[in-house]
């Protein structure tokens, strides 16, 4: 069974820092590309970043780049996602998930989250 634990949330003031991870089993996700995603309260999920299965390429959403940095670790099958200056408008629950290179539409097997909030 595929299963994706995303974990490293927490509380943090505005302008500080988080690492999240996103550890995955049940299989390798080396050959995909992987991606966070995000959703806030009374809003639709919504693409942070993504980053090839190569580790070549890397896609960030307008309003992260900048401030945050996709890596991935194939040998571990696990999926990073730094956070620095954080604002109190990424305060959400975060994601990962396997995703398509064309489109970053993710393909199947979400995890449960991670709680990201940003005190102002």
């Known amino acids: 069974q595929v299963q994706l634990v995303e974990s490293g949330g927490g509380l943090v003031q505005a302008g500080g820092s988080l690492r999240l991870s996103c550890a995955a089993s049940g299989r390798t996700f080396s050959s995909d590309a992987m991606a966070w995603f995000r959703q806030a309260p009374g809003k639709e999920r919504e693409f942070v970043a993504a980053?090839?299965?190569?580790?070549?390429?890397?896609f960030y959403a307008r309003s992260v780049k900048g401030r945050f940095t996709i890596s991935r670790d194939n040998a571990k099958n696990t999926v990073y996602l730094q956070m620095n200056s954080l604002k109190p408008e990424d305060t959400a629950v975060y994601y990962c998930a396997p995703v398509r290179d064309s489109d970053h539409a993710p393909t199947g097997s979400w995890g449960q989250g991670t709680q990201v909030t940003v005190s102002s």
């Open positions: 980053i090839s299965w190569s580790v070549v390429d890397t």
